[in-house]
C-alpha cells in the first residue's frame, strides 16, 4: 500500500491536527466485544431476517442498500449492541443504515444519523447472525462534520468507506480488511460542498467514485494498489446541470459502467445517467434523460444482462422502471 495517503498527512497539509486518527502504517483493529448472545435462527412469527428478506448478492461489485433501522428484522440483528446505540444516537428512534455484503462475514452495516452530527458506527454480522466486530469510531475525529459516506465492499472480504471531509473539502476513503484491521487510507479528490456520493467495487480494477458538487458530476477510479487511476482530482462526467441528491452506479460491462444522477431536464428535476469506460470517457455524447424524478425516493440500478442496465425510478406520478441499453437507448418497462 505504498501509494496510500494517510488521512493524517492530508489534514496536516490542510493545517488540521487529528489527535487520534489511525494511519495505513500504525493501524490495529478495534477490539470487539463478544455479543450478548448470538441471535436465534428466526422462528415462525419472528421479525423477517434481513440476511435472507433483504438479500444481496455475494459478488463484490455492489452499492450498498440504503434502508433503516426501522426494518425490525435489522432491530433484531442489531439487538446485542442496541445500548451502544442508544448511547451514540441519545432519543433517535430511526437510523439510516447502508448495508453490504461481505465474502466470509455476511453483512456489514453503516449506522448514521446526519441530522444529529453524532459519530457513525460501522458493525459486521457472521452468516450465523452473530456480531463479527464494529467500531464506534471508523474514521476517528473526522467523524463529527461528515454528513455523505458511502459504503462498499471489496476483494477478499474487505471494507471500503468513502467520505467527504467539509471543513476540508477533502473527498476520502478508508480500507478495512475482513477482520476489521485497517489497511490504508486514501485521498480521492476535492469538493467544497458535496451534493452527492456514491462508491462500486470493479473487479479486478479498483474502487469507482462518483460525487456531485455545484452542478458538476466527477467520477474517479481508485486502484487496488491505491494508485488514482483517473488523475488528482478525477474526470468531469457533466461540468453543469446536476441537482443535490443521490447518485447511482452499476456495472453493465467487465469494461463499461453507468453512473445516474439526479440533474434538471425539460420539465423540472429528472433522472440523468451517463456510460463511461475502464478510462473514465464518457460513451454517449450526452447524458441520456431516464424520465422525471422525485426528491425522496432514491432510485436502484444493476446490470440485468450483458451491456443492459436496469434501473427501478420514482417520479411525481409515481414509479417506473426503464432498461438502458449500451447505445444509450432508453426502453419504457
Known amino acids: 500500500m505504498r501509494h496510500a495517503l494517510p488521512l493524517l498527512s492530508l489534514l496536516l497539509a490542510c493545517n488540521r491536527t487529528p489527535s487520534a486518527l489511525q494511519t495505513a502504517s500504525s493501524a490495529t483493529p478495534v ?4 455479543p450478548s448472545a448470538p441471535l ?5 412469527g419472528a421479525p423477517p431476517d434481513p ?22 428484522g435489522y432491530q433484531a440483528l442489531l439487538a446485542p449492541i442496541s445500548d451502544l446505540i442508544q448511547q451514540r444516537f441519545p432519543g ?9 455484503p461481505l465474502r466470509g462475514l455476511a453483512r456489514a452495516l453503516l449506522l448514521h444519523d446526519p441530522a444529529s452530527k453524532a459519530r457513525p458506527l460501522l458493525v459486521a454480522f457472521d452468516e450465523q447472525r452473530n456480531l463479527a466486530w464494529f467500531k464506534e469510531r471508523p474514521i476517528h475525529d473526522l467523524d463529527p462534520s461528515i454528513a455523505r459516506m458511502a459504503l462498499c465492499p471489496g476483494p477478499d472480504g474487505d471494507l471500503f468507506l468513502v467520505f467527504h471531509d467539509p471543513p476540508t473539502g477533502i473527498v476520502a476513503a478508508r480500507r478495512w480488511d475482513q477482520g476489521g484491521g485497517i489497511l490504508a487510507d486514501f485521498r480521492l479528490g476535492h469538493a467544497e460542498q458535496l451534493d452527492g456520493l456514491a462508491a462500486l467495487y470493479w473487479p479486478e480494477r479498483g474502487w469507482l467514485v462518483a460525487h456531485s458538487s455545484a452542478g458538476a458530476v466527477k467520477v474517479q477510479l481508485l486502484e487496488e494498489r491505491g494508485r488514482l487511476a483517473w488523475g488528482r482530482d478525477g474526470k468531469v462526467l457533466t461540468p453543469s446541470g446536476a441537482l443535490p441528491g443521490p447518485l447511482r452506479l452499476a456495472l453493465d460491462t467487465e469494461v463499461s459502467a453507468h453512473v445516474l444522477w439526479p440533474g434538471a431536464g425539460a420539465t ?6 451517463s456510460r ?6 464518457p460513451l454517449w455524447r450526452a447524458p441520456v434523460d431516464l424520465g422525471d424524478a422525485d426528491d425522496h425516493q432514491p432510485p436502484r440500478i444493476e ?31
Not at 303 to 317: F, N, P, V, Y
Request: hydrophobic residues 40%; negative net charge; glycine residues 8%.
Open 92 to 100: 433517535v428512534s430511526t437510523l439510516s443504515l447502508q448495508v453490504v
Open 276 to 281: 463511461i469506460d475502464f478510462e473514465g470517457s
Open 40 to 44: 436465534a435462527p428466526p422462528t415462525a
Open 51 to 72: 440476511l435472507q428478506e433483504l438479500a444481496l448478492p455475494l459478488h463484490p461489485e455492489v452499492q450498498a442498500l440504503e434502508t433503516s433501522t426501522a426494518h425490525p
Open 31 to 34: 477490539s470487539s466485544p463478544a
Open 303 to 333: 446490470r440485468s444482462g450483458h451491456a443492459l442496465i436496469h434501473a427501478e425510478l420514482t417520479g411525481k406520478s409515481g414509479p417506473y422502471a426503464v432498461d438502458i441499453s449500451a447505445e444509450g437507448r432508453v426502453l419504457i418497462r
Open 268 to 273: 423540472g428535476r429528472h433522472h440523468l445517467a
